[in-house]
């Protein structure tokens, strides 16, 4: 397997804590920018380089549209570099750029760390499993 077809995942944070993993098509493959217009709600995005390996995307409006502060998205920005503002709306995180500028995915490896990170960082109510005997 090689590494372009390792690199096929993307990470999406909503404002509400909820997350979603999603399939990123390969680098040469079209249909990046519509991941993330449909991941965003937007026609508009902004890549942010947290570092070599990790882009966040967000709307670009979103901080106009009072769109809530993305607490995980502001967290994960603050680990890497030194803060100078909030992240507002959903935020879709990828890999950082390959030597012809397109986008990589990110690695289940890389996946696992992200969530692991985003569920002990933020508030959220993960569902236990259900007693069958009372259903």
């Known amino acids: 397997m090689t590494t372009e077809q390792k690199n096929n995942h993307a990470l ?10 999603i399939d990123w ?33 967000l709307n670009n409006s979103a ?3 009072d769109a809530p502060v993305n607490r995980s998205a502001s967290i994960f920005y603050a680990l890497h570099r030194e803060p100078h503002q909030f992240y507002h709306g959903t935020a879709v995180f ?14 289940k490896d890389e996946i696992a760390a992200l969530v692991e990170l985003h569920l002990t960082l933020t508030p959220v109510s993960i569902p236990g499993m259900r007693d069958r ?3």
């Open 133 to 135: 005997r009372n259903s």
């Open 94 to 107: 990828t890999g950082g750029a390959d030597p012809q500028g397109e986008t990589r995915g990110l690695t």
């Open 12 to 21: 999406i944070l909503r404002t509400n804590g909820e997350f979603e993993i």
């Open 63 to 65: 901080p106009n549209a």
């Open 25 to 57: 098509p390969a680098c040469g493959d079209r249909g990046h920018l519509e991941i993330l217009y449909r991941a965003t709600d937007s026609r508009a995005v902004d890549g942010i380089d947290i570092s070599p390996t990790l882009t966040m995307w």
